[in-house]
């Protein structure tokens, strides 16, 4: 049962256009959402995020837009460049209000290509 | 600042065969999570560890089991291994305070191959 999902397994898009990443979570506990990119041989690297308070944050070249009503988020990269080209992994959280933690959830990934 | 550091890079062992899998967190950091990631998937939780102690726990049976140290690194400990242990396994730091959530920063990983 995926509580966080990529349906799309790769994306195709040419160099200074937008890409567009999208996510949709089962969790209505989830209030704290993250992205991640990922290159081959190397951990997942820490991109963007935001909390369930907020509908938009944005940081450079990258914006994050969470439609809470819809358990949908979407990650939107512009201009597009080569470098972009990797795995993105959306993942997600909920505060435990019994002081534990039950980790990140996250997605299978969408991988992006940026055509020249 | 230093990152996330893990140990060995790559390692390969047989069928039964126990391992540990090292991490140091990034300074400032109190909090060490774990992770396993299988071929073609994202990464899946394994457990968390805060002040020393496991903080949460995913779906992982108890021959997985960790350790954290006085300096906030940690050990990743895997007993009888079996085939389906082969994967890349992930640390990650993080500065957690009790009720809240904060961003979690990853290593580079380690490949572990199961024989």
């Known amino acids: 049962d995926q509580q966080v999902k990529q349906n799309s397994p790769s994306l195709s898009v040419q160099e200074g256009r937008i890409s567009i990443l999208n996510c949709d979570y089962t969790n209505s506990m989830f209030d704290y959402f993250l992205w991640y990119k990922k290159y081959p041989a190397e951990g997942p690297t820490f991109l963007i995020s935001i909390s369930s308070i907020k509908d938009k944050n944005e940081d450079g070249r990258f914006t994050v837009f969470l439609n809470k009503s819809a358990k949908h988020l979407s990650l939107h990269i512009v201009p597009s460049q080569p470098g972009d080209s990797a795995v993105y992994f959306c993942a997600a959280s909920e505060v435990n209000s019994g002081g534990g933690a039950d980790g990140l959830t996250f997605g299978k990934g969408t991988h992006l290509i940026i055509q020249p | 600042e230093t990152g996330v550091t893990q140990s060995p890079t790559h390692l390969i062992k047989t069928r039964g065969q126990q391992v540990t899998l090292r991490c140091s967190s990034q300074s400032g950091h109190n909090t060490v999570s774990w992770y396993q990631q299988a071929l073609g998937q994202g990464p899946q939780f394994i457990f968390q560890y805060y002040r020393e102690e496991e903080n949460g726990r995913g779906n992982f049976p108890p021959r997985f089991s960790g350790l954290q140290f006085p300096n906030y690194s940690s050990e990743l400990n895997v007993n009888a291994l079996e085939l389906d242990d082969s994967a890349l396994y992930l640390c990650?730091?993080?500065?957690?305070?009790?009720?809240?959530?904060?961003?979690?920063?990853f290593g580079p990983g380690t490949r572990l191959t199961v024989l």
């Open positions: 990650a730091s993080s500065r957690l305070q009790r009720g809240d959530t904060d961003t979690q920063y």
